[in-house]
């Protein structure tokens, strides 16, 4: 995905990262080794952004953007499954947020 971005945003040759992404790349590796849920989960789906810092979250951002609407057309059952997943997680966040405004109106 980032090498997807890379080479049609900062103009690298193919299979090859700019430094800027190629950071980004690590970040998010270890980001994933880190993350409380494994790494079962997709790179892009809402817990790993959310333990992101914020401007490696921005650049993810605009890698998703760039990369994300591609991804549909090369691989429907993963954008599928990704958009699946991201709603579940939404859904989760969600009610997390009511039980949380609960607790707090008590
Ligand atoms: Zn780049």
Do not use: Q, W
């Not at 790349?25 to 992101?52: A, M, Q, T, W």
């Not at 591609?70 to 991201?86: G, K, Q, W, Y």
């Amino acid at each position: 995905m980032i090498e997807k971005y890379c080479k049609g945003n900062h103009k690298t040759r193919k299979h090859a990262l700019c430094k800027e992404c190629r950071e980004l790349l690590d970040y998010v590796k270890l980001r994933r080794e880190k993350c409380p849920h494994g790494s079962n989960k997709p790179f892009c789906s809402n817990c790993s952004i959310h333990c992101y810092k914020p401007d490696m979250r921005e650049k993810i951002r605009a890698v998703m953007r760039y990369s994300g609407p591609r991804i549909v057309f090369s691989h429907p059952i993963l954008a599928m499954r990704h958009l699946i997943e991201t709603k579940r997680e939404n859904k989760k966040i969600e009610k997390e947020n009511i039980n949380h405004e609960k607790k707090n109106a008590a």
